[in-house]
């Protein structure tokens, strides 16, 4: 065990000083996370209100070596979290529409460096800020060039959300337009991006936006089925992943996981259900490619062991290892050196809808993790990753907004990577 590992496991015990003691350690086989680590630095934060409920699944090998839940996925009404507590999974939609994409590239279906207006006419006029003239209205020119396929996979489009890092110019449009809203199908998206201007030339800045909600109307418009039956049909059938969805039905509402907004105090507010689940119970014309999905534990386990497999788990190869390593290996140019908050994520770069580590952790204030590992998380807080080197995948859950703000994404890396018996550190 280096020392720069026994130090990042000292830190995230430091982190959740307090937390409670194990009644029944359990032992770790070699090389692998520490059950009773992983157990204490979880338990930590609900013992110590630092969130109300959290679970996470590791495998390594395509073999399960951690499983753990903790505190509640339903504070109001006593529900405990559990292995098949039903969460909101936002953004970790993100790969799973990059993986239906790619799988009609492997068809030849397109080509990445195809234009997206190709398929996507809506999109064949858009113009680019360019800043305001002296009466402050909005000076728009023509793109350098057309956005590509790659670019909306990667977030170098032009494109971002209807969000606080919008340019306060085009916020209010952008709003006005909402893109996304449930009312809409993919074709009104695409009209309504349409209307929009880009924020930047495509290719110069990596910016989140809706472009993996472009990949699933590129998705509808190429394999000429609605995006959700391709998903359906291409990835979670196929995968028995049988609790993924954009709809929860009633018969498992008592397994969908209230959302939490933290409060400024540290307090956890339970948000309101007719707004914060609205997509999944109920059928909506939208089926956005970026967030929407609902999933389980094992079920995002089972796509992330498909990736840690080459694309194939269980004798059902979804895509080929060539694609699986096309996806996850970083295609930023080092020329783009505007990445907005990306780098906030560790040393990454970014490949087909997954952050990619580049290089090991630079300081103790990142999470531990290896190079070559890709992943992604959630605007609810929740992670997982692929690391290839280790034969390692990690699934981690939670409920609550807004992102970020209690550091336990961090704290659960470095005990996976830990792997060593908390007695074992060094005395505080």
Same mark, same amino acid.
């Given at each position: 065990?280096?020392?720069? !590992?026994?130090?990042? /496991?000292?830190?995230?015990?430091?982190?959740?000083?307090?937390?409670?003691?194990?009644?029944?350690?359990? /032992?770790?086989? $070699?090389?692998?996370?520490? &059950?009773?680590?992983?157990?204490?630095?979880? !338990?930590?934060?609900?013992?110590?209100?630092?969130?109300?409920?959290?679970?996470?699944?590791?495998?390594?090998?395509?073999?399960?070596?951690?499983?753990?839940?903790?505190?509640?996925?339903?504070?109001?009404?006593?529900?405990?979290?559990? @292995?098949?507590?039903?969460?909101?999974?936002?953004?970790?939609?993100?790969?799973?529409?990059?993986?239906?994409?790619?799988?009609? %590239?492997?068809?030849?279906?397109? @080509?990445?460096?195809?234009?997206?207006?190709? #398929?996507?006419?809506?999109?064949?006029?858009?113009?680019? #800020?360019?800043?305001?003239?002296?009466?402050?209205?909005?000076?728009?020119? /023509?793109?350098?060039?057309?956005?590509?396929?790659?670019?909306?996979?990667?977030?170098?489009?032009?494109?971002?959300?209807?969000?606080?890092?919008?340019?306060?110019?085009?916020?209010?449009?952008?709003?006005?337009?909402? $893109?996304?809203?449930?009312?809409?199908?993919?074709?009104?998206?695409?009209?309504?991006?349409?209307? +929009?201007?880009?924020?930047?030339?495509?290719?110069?800045?990596?910016?989140?936006?809706?472009?993996?909600?472009?990949?699933?109307?590129?998705?509808?418009?190429?394999?000429? !089925? &609605?995006?959700?039956?391709?998903?359906?049909?291409?990835?979670?059938?196929?995968?028995?992943?049988?609790?993924?969805?954009?709809? *929860?039905?009633?018969?498992?509402?008592?397994? +969908?996981?209230?959302?939490?907004?933290? =409060?400024?105090?540290?307090?956890?507010?339970?948000?309101?259900?007719?707004?914060?689940?609205? +997509?999944?119970?109920?059928? %909506?014309?939208?089926?956005?490619?970026?967030?929407?999905?609902?999933?389980?534990?094992?079920?995002?386990?089972?796509?992330?062991?498909?990736?840690?497999?080459?694309?194939?788990?269980?004798?059902?190869?979804?895509? !080929?290892?060539?694609?699986?390593?096309?996806?996850?290996?970083?295609?930023?140019?080092?020329?783009?050196?505007?990445?907005?908050?990306? &780098?906030?994520?560790?040393?990454?770069?970014?490949?087909? =809808?997954?952050? *990619?580590?580049?290089? &090991?952790?630079?300081?103790?204030?990142?999470?531990?993790?290896?190079?070559?590992?890709?992943?992604?998380?959630?605007?609810?807080?929740?992670?997982? %990753?692929?690391?290839?080197?280790?034969?390692?995948?990690?699934?981690?859950?939670?409920?609550?907004?807004?992102?970020?703000?209690?550091?336990?994404?961090?704290?659960?890396?470095? /005990?996976?990577?830990?792997?060593?018996?908390?007695?074992?550190?060094?005395?505080?």
């Amino acid at each position: 065990m280096s020392l720069r !590992k026994l130090l990042m /496991a000292a830190t995230a015990l430091v982190v959740l000083s307090g937390c409670a003691s194990l009644q029944e350690p359990r /032992a770790a086989a $070699p090389g692998v996370p520490n &059950p009773a680590h992983v157990d204490q630095v979880l !338990k930590g934060f609900t013992d110590t209100g630092k969130l109300v409920g959290v679970s996470a699944l590791v495998t390594e090998n395509g073999k399960e070596v951690y499983f753990g839940a903790f505190g509640a996925a339903d504070r109001e009404a006593g529900r405990k979290m559990a @292995r098949d507590t039903i969460v909101s999974i936002y953004s970790m939609t993100k790969p799973i529409t990059g993986v239906a994409l790619m799988s009609l %590239w492997e068809e030849g279906k397109f @080509r990445l460096d195809d234009p997206v207006a190709k #398929y996507i006419p809506e999109l064949a006029n858009v113009k680019v #800020y360019a800043g305001t003239d002296a009466s402050g209205a909005p000076i728009l020119t /023509a793109p350098n060039r057309p956005m590509t396929i790659r670019d909306v996979a990667r977030h170098t489009a032009g494109l971002t959300y209807c969000s606080k890092d919008n340019l306060p110019e085009l916020k209010a449009g952008c709003d006005a337009a909402n $893109p996304l809203a449930l009312s809409h199908s993919l074709d009104d998206f695409a009209k309504a991006l349409g209307s +929009l201007p880009l924020e930047y030339q495509p290719g110069e800045k990596w910016r989140y936006s809706f472009g993996v909600d472009v990949q699933a109307l590129l998705v509808q418009r190429i394999s000429g !089925k &609605p995006f959700a039956q391709y998903v359906q049909e291409k990835i979670l059938t196929p995968l028995h992943m049988t609790d993924t969805g954009f709809f *929860v039905p009633p018969e498992k509402r008592d397994r +969908l996981a209230a959302i939490y907004e933290r =409060d400024e105090d540290g307090t956890f507010t339970r948000k309101i259900d007719d707004t914060s689940i609205t +997509l999944n119970t109920g059928h %909506w014309a939208m089926t956005p490619g970026g967030f929407g999905l609902t999933s389980t534990l094992d079920d995002y386990s089972r796509f992330a062991r498909m990736l840690a497999g080459g694309g194939e788990l269980d004798g059902v190869r979804i895509l !080929k290892p060539a694609t699986v390593k096309l996806m996850s290996t970083s295609v930023l140019d080092p020329a783009v050196t505007e990445r907005s908050w990306l &780098p906030s994520k560790g040393t990454v770069g970014f490949g087909i =809808d997954f952050a *990619v580590r580049t290089d &090991p952790p630079q300081t103790a204030d990142e999470a531990a993790g290896e190079v070559g590992e890709f992943f992604w998380d959630g605007a609810a807080y929740t992670l997982f %990753w692929v690391d290839p080197k280790n034969k390692l995948t990690a699934v981690f859950f939670t409920q609550y907004q807004p992102f970020g703000k209690v550091p336990a994404h961090k704290a659960f890396r470095d /005990a996976v990577y830990a792997g060593v018996d908390p007695s074992a550190l060094p005395p505080q």
